[in-house]
């Protein structure tokens, strides 16, 4: 540390993010050049592939420079803001990794950041929703004038822009004229859009790309009568008082088959060639979130009770709305169960989670002609389907699993024996 605090200028650096993460998006800065700061005070708030985090400042003193907008990528190692320190000592539980340089003499005007423009003539987006919606109607929602507090971009915002035509790409201005040897439609505007593969995006489609070049995976499916199933959640909040989803019950069989057959909880190894089947049952959660495909982790889900069970699994789906996890909760996920008859399609074939070996898929339930007892009736039907990685296992232990499986949704109380 300086001797010269008062004079002393501070550059605060991107931390590294971990898990081989390199690379953040600003979403949106707390502060503005001139404004004061105290020690742990949040200033700005980035979103890494893996969560959204508001990081605070570690020293007190006046912000005299933004070295990024909001909106754009920035990387491990990046300074990000400078502070002219003010006469306190600094302090403060500094998160491990901040990086935070010594106070150096320097000019305090704003820094250019490269070619690109200032970051306070750029509006603030505090939603991550707002800029999906946004850039999936081709928009940059960072160069909407924002109606919000504090100019903040909202929804509405985005909504008046769409139906405004902003989304249309804006073609260079020039002499009007396409250049010789180009369509003359290419002059009028190109309908089509861009839109970068970036952030959590980018980690989905490198990991479910390997996972597909990798692989040699395996499908199964089963029709299920889940009549009986849904009899017993009625009676037992009922009798309880309280509320149990479908997807808390469901887990609760799937953990009970895990335990059956125990290399469907396993992942490979492939650098030391070897499968790996956990001890513990760490149940992901596939859902689609404001931020993309997350799979939070349930840990220790065969240690639960069915109400500790049902709680956490409440607590991750309300978490799914905001795709804000850290990101201890979305690693360490030993088998994965995706709901998508949430979506109303009655089946898939999903791609496997690495290093994961299975995944079991939920479809919709609906009423459906069903026999019962020779006669035919109106049942309340679901579909099942089983992926897993023929590397692992072959066909066996799977179809017990997904029988054993269905056996439980369609006979709840055959369950009990498991308990």
Request: with cysteine.
């Amino acid at each position: 540390m300086s001797a010269d605090l008062g004079t002393g200028t501070r550059e605060f650096i991107l931390p590294d993010l971990g898990e081989g993460l390199t690379e953040a998006e600003l979403i949106s800065w707390k502060v503005a050049v001139g404004d004061e700061v105290h020690v742990d005070q949040m200033v700005v708030e980035v979103e890494s592939a893996k969560s959204v985090v508001e990081l605070p400042c570690p020293y007190a003193g006046r912000i005299i420079s933004l070295h990024a907008a909001a909106g754009d990528t920035v990387t491990a190692g990046q300074v990000l803001f400078s502070v002219a320190e003010a006469e306190t000592e600094s302090g403060g539980a500094n998160l491990i990794g901040y990086g935070t340089s010594e106070p150096k003499t320097r000019s305090t005007r704003n820094r250019s950041f490269g070619a690109k423009r200032a970051p306070e003539l750029v509006s603030p987006v505090s939603s991550p929703l707002v800029r999906r919606l946004a850039k999936d109607h081709g928009i940059s929602a960072k160069h909407l004038p924002g109606s919000g507090p504090g100019g903040v971009v909202t929804r509405a915002d985005v909504l008046t822009a769409i139906e405004s035509g902003t989304s249309q790409p804006q073609m260079p201005t020039g002499s009007g004229t396409a250049p010789a040897g180009e369509p003359a439609a290419a002059a009028a505007g190109d309908r089509d859009t861009r839109t970068p593969i970036t952030g959590l995006r980018k980690v989905v489609s490198e990991r479910l790309s390997k996972s597909r070049q990798e692989i040699p995976e395996a499908t199964i499916w089963l029709d299920v009568d889940a009549t009986e199933l849904l009899a017993t959640k009625r009676v037992l909040e009922e009798r309880t008082g309280e509320k149990y989803s479908l997807l808390s019950l469901v887990a609760r069989f799937v953990i009970a088959g895990l335990r059956k057959f125990p290399i469907l909880n396993s992942s490979i190894d492939t650098a030391a060639g070897e499968i790996v089947t956990h001890g513990d049952i760490n149940l992901g959660l596939a859902a689609q979130t404001p931020r993309g495909l997350m799979v939070p982790v349930v840990h220790g889900a065969d240690g639960m009770s069915l109400r500790q069970l049902r709680d956490s699994v409440a607590a991750t789906v309300d978490k799914a709305g905001t795709g804000r996890f850290d990101p201890a909760e979305l690693t360490g996920g030993t088998f994965t169960l995706n709901n998508y008859g949430v979506f109303g399609v009655d089946g898939s074939a999903p791609i496997i989670n690495l290093p994961e070996v299975a995944m079991l898929g939920l479809g919709r339930i609906k009423e459906r002609p069903w026999v019962v007892d020779g006669e035919l009736t109106v049942r309340r039907v679901m579909y099942l389907s089983f992926v897993f990685d023929h590397r692992a296992c072959d066909g066996a232990e799977p179809s017990e699993f997904l029988t054993f499986v269905a056996d439980c949704i369609e006979n709840p109380i055959s369950l009990l024996p498991e308990l």
